[in-house]
């Protein structure tokens, strides 16, 4: 009996032991399980589209978007007539959303009486959606965004690769996506240094034009114009690099004896107080287009020159972890993402992508880069990869 | 002496067979506590007569039938020297001093190096290459009598190895292994004993991306994995992925001789295992949290008569994972396995000098996954029917060879795949993976081995194993194959 007691007695403290050893490592499985979770949104329309057309603020048939930022995965609904787009099986994620509601000449006729095609956008750039909270009937307000007939259809600024720190083969490409002559004259592109989503303006320390008076530089329905920072051809300094020695329009800072190639139209320098040329960042930046009346009477504000946002007609920004929304500078109104994931000196470049409509192909906007812009690389200066 | 491993269930790429039986065992301890059961306490009473032990292993296996993210090929080596020895009549002690190499060949992405224990968290880069492991493990066992009838002891293993990938961007690994057994065990009376161990494992991985010179002229991209057919893309140049992975087990051995000639042994008993990941060298971010809960049962029964052995096995695996999202409290897969076998065996005494043994074994293995972040659900089964049947020739005094063949059918049933609503994950990755587990499989293979005294070599034993693993059916494996070859030389003194 002895030894029986004695047994028992530290086979009970062995037990103890392992009990109190096992326990630590667990923990309990989360109740929610993945992509359970129901997600819905409503789109009401800010303008007097919807009201005047339908007698409804609710937006029916615009198309919602959902791109999982760290997933890279797209999910679309269209809206019922009650405005309400309804999703299922959706990964825990943050999403940026978009949405878009194209507006049939016939519509923009009833309201207006102009007979053009117009569209509705809005979007959130960053909400977090997770299956162990619900989301239902988030609010999303469209509004009637400003016509831009004209597009940046692919930035590039990473640089060549095998080249060292070679990176004067940077250029910008915008696109007609009318089918009528639009005009580049006066037009300004600028660089977003700094941005509120509540202010009116656009900071900038790098802000150029086109030059014209009015009608002097056309852009073709469906055509590209290149925008280089100098227009040369660049495969004689970096192999891997590219010929933009036929570009349009060409950045030249004339104080530094930069590059200007006398058979390319110079753009017109309005303020970029630093730098020996136009240069937009490698990894992470910001870019409008601008229709300004007068550049001349742009204030300024310490080094920055200010640019009001109600003559922002077309942005785009990248980023260097296009996943990090958090970090845009550029307000969400102008674009709702980022583009982005490429490092200096791997050849990459930012293309918008194809879409295909009923009258053809044109390029994808949902005035969301996380959507409209894919990488690609080589670069394709002046034309589309995907139809050279 | 084998590191504590967890108790992923899958179907098996090839059986594999030590001596040709798995039912019969030819070991002195095989119907102990400790050759059974791995108790160390039971070290002081094993039955084994070699004091010091050289062993030389190596094993490859290649062929197109294989899992998506196995190797196409592997090639490994084993080097290690054990001894044992008594002290003052109440201790035991036992330790092993090894070197391992592992080349993974014709490698699919894949970075991290426990790819197959369950954990949807894996790290990959997008090319195809042959990495290679190596390193060292350190194994120490102690038992004491404590009193009449009643031991205890302790087992410590440790292993650390490197892992190189032969491609850009050339990512390394460094593995650390630690792993710890407690036992008792009491004998009840002459023919009973009951034993208790707890096991404890901490295995650490370190996988590190650097810039290195093929990141001139290509993109690291790399594949974060959260699941098979769910992944993360990101360019980055440079990461750091470190994940730790804990067991914990407590075991209950029983051994008992139901009479003169009848033994029997058993263990059973459950246990957790958990990993947990992050990503950021400096800044680490968490990655996910798998937990695995496991429970075991090993049945072992052998009879003998002064010519015969009659052994039969049962054994029972069962194995609940689910996975957790880094970021949410939200699970992202739940799995449950289960593993069931038996086998029967005998061997019996020709003649004087010659031995015949044959035996069967059936295992069924299923597997009921749900994968939220796929909107999946499937339901798998697959059996395995195999026989083996050689004989041993006792050629002389201390000479004996060996010959055995073994052939074995498995199959399984499409798994039942429910997905409720279309979804963008589902891709080639997990169809090919369904497709591995069903394909109707042949195996043929040849063992055989010879023992003799080598003189100064002291008593030697070698085994070589060859094996052929055929698909039948499968539209994605049909016509392809897996061979296997082993050998192995153990120096006994």
């Not at chain 1, 269209?78 to 959303?97: C, E, H, N, R």
Request: with cysteine.
């Amino acid at each position: 009996m002895t030894i029986f007691r004695h047994m028992r007695c530290e086979f009970m403290l062995f037990i103890v032991g392992v009990y109190l050893c096992l326990t630590p490592g667990c923990e309990k499985m989360p109740s929610a399980n993945e992509g359970t979770s129901a997600v819905s949104f409503v789109v009401q329309d800010a303008s007097a589209f919807m009201q005047t057309l339908y007698g409804s603020k609710s937006v029916r048939g615009a198309v919602v978007t959902l791109r999982s930022v760290n997933y890279g995965k797209e999910h679309t609904a269209l809206t019922d007539t009650g405005g309400v787009a309804k999703f299922t099986g959706i990964p825990s994620d943050i999403y940026s959303i978009s949405v878009i509601r194209y507006l049939s000449v016939a519509e923009v006729q009833q309201v207006t009486s102009v007979g053009m095609e117009r569209k509705l956008a809005g979007a959130m750039g960053s909400l977090v959606l997770r299956a162990d909270q619900s989301a239902e009937g988030i609010p999303v307000t469209v509004d009637l965004v400003p016509v831009s007939d004209i597009i940046i259809s692919e930035m590039y600024n990473t640089g060549p690769t095998g080249a060292g720190l070679y990176f004067h083969d940077r250029f910008m490409e915008l696109y007609n996506v009318s089918d009528s002559v639009q005009y580049l004259d006066g037009i300004v592109v600028a660089n977003v240094r700094k941005s509120f989503i509540t202010a009116d303006y656009i900071h900038t320390q790098q802000i150029w034009k086109f030059p014209g008076s009015g009608k002097n530089y056309p852009i073709r329905p469906h055509e590209f114009k290149l925008l280089a920072e100098d227009a040369i051809d660049h495969r004689v300094n970096a192999p891997t690099s590219i010929d933009l020695s036929k570009a349009d329009f060409e950045f030249v800072v004339t104080r530094s004896g930069d590059v200007d190639n006398p058979d390319v139209t110079n753009m017109i320098m309005i303020y970029q107080p630093f730098g020996f040329d136009w240069t937009p960042a490698g990894e992470g930046d910001a870019y409008v287009l601008c229709r300004v009346p007068n550049t001349d009477s742009l204030k300024y504000e310490a080094d920055d020159l200010l640019v009001p946002k109600s003559t922002v007609f077309e942005g785009i920004e990248y980023l260097k972890d296009p996943t990090r929304l958090d970090l845009k500078k550029l307000d969400p109104k102008i674009d709702a993402g980022a583009t982005g994931g490429a490092l200096f000196y791997t050849g990459y470049a930012f293309e918008r992508k194809l879409r295909l409509t009923e009258s053809g192909w044109t390029l994808q906007d949902n005035n969301n880069s996380s959507l409209d812009f894919e990488k690609i690389t080589p670069p394709a200066p002046g034309y589309h990869h995907l139809k050279p | 002496m084998v590191l504590a491993i967890s108790a992923s269930v899958r179907a098996q790429e090839f059986v594999e067979q030590t001596n040709g039986m798995k039912v019969v065992r030819q070991s002195a301890d095989a119907m102990n506590i400790y050759g059974s059961g791995g108790n160390p306490a039971w070290l002081f009473f094993s039955q084994e007569e070699s004091a010091l032990r050289v062993h030389l292993s190596t094993r490859s296996s290649t062929g197109g039938y294989h899992r998506p993210f196995e190797p196409g090929y592997e090639n490994s080596y084993e080097y290690c020297v054990e001894g044992a020895r008594e002290l003052a009549g109440r201790h035991a002690v036992k330790g092993q001093f090894g070197f391992q190499q592992e080349l993974r060949g014709d490698w699919r992405w894949m970075s991290t190096k426990s790819y197959d224990n369950g954990s949807p968290f894996l790290l990959a880069d997008s090319t195809v290459g042959a990495t290679s492991y190596s390193g060292i493990v350190l194994s120490g066992i102690y038992s004491v009598l404590l009193s009449d009838g009643f031991v205890a002891g302790a087992q410590l293993n440790y292993g650390v190895n490197n892992g190189l990938k032969e491609v850009s961007p050339k990512p390394t690994s460094t593995n650390r292994d630690l792993s710890t057994i407690l036992g008792v065990a009491y004998i009840l009376d002459k023919t009973s004993v009951i034993g208790l161990m707890f096991k404890y494992a901490d295995r650490q991985e370190e996988i590190v991306y650097q810039v290195d010179q093929g990141a001139i002229s290509q993109q690291t991209i790399l594949y974060k994995f959260r699941g098979i057919d769910s992944y993360l893309r990101v360019t980055n140049n440079t990461e750091t992925r470190r994940s730790q992975f804990r067991s914990y087990r407590g075991i209950v051995n029983i051994a008992m001789n139901v009479e003169e000639n009848t033994a029997i042994v058993a263990d059973g008993g459950g246990g957790v295992e958990t990993i947990s990941l992050t990503d950021g060298g400096t800044s680490p971010i968490s990655q996910g949290y798998w937990q695995n809960s496991i429970g075991e049962i090993h049945l072992r029964a052998q009879r003998s008569w002064n010519d015969l052995i009659i052994a039969a096995a049962v054994e029972y695996l069962m194995s609940n994972q689910w996975a957790r999202h880094p970021m949410y409290d939200v699970t992202l897969m739940k799995r449950s396995d289960r593993h069931a076998s038996f086998g029967i065996g005998s061997r019996f005494s020709l003649a004087e000098s010659w031995k015949l043994a044959g035996e069967y074994l059936y295992t069924q293995e299923t597997d009921r996954l749900d994968d939220f972040i796929s909107v999946l659900t499937s339901d798998a089964r697959r059996t395995l029917h195999e026989i083996s049947a050689g004989a041993e020739w006792d050629v002389a005094k201390e000479t004996a060879l060996s010959l055995y063949y073994s052939f074995g059918l498995g199959s399984g049933t499409k798994p039942s795949i429910a997905i409720p609503s279309p979804t963008q994950m589902y891709v080639t990755l997990r169809s090919r993976e369904f497709d591995y587990f069903r394909a109707r499989t042949l195996s043929n293979g040849i063992n055989a081995g010879v023992r003799f005294n080598g003189g100064f070599l002291g008593r030697v034993a070698c085994t070589a194993r060859v094996g052929l693993l055929s698909v039948d059916n499968t539209a994605v494996f049909k016509g392809t194959d897996r061979r296997v070859a082993d050998f192995s030389v153990n120096f006994l003194f």
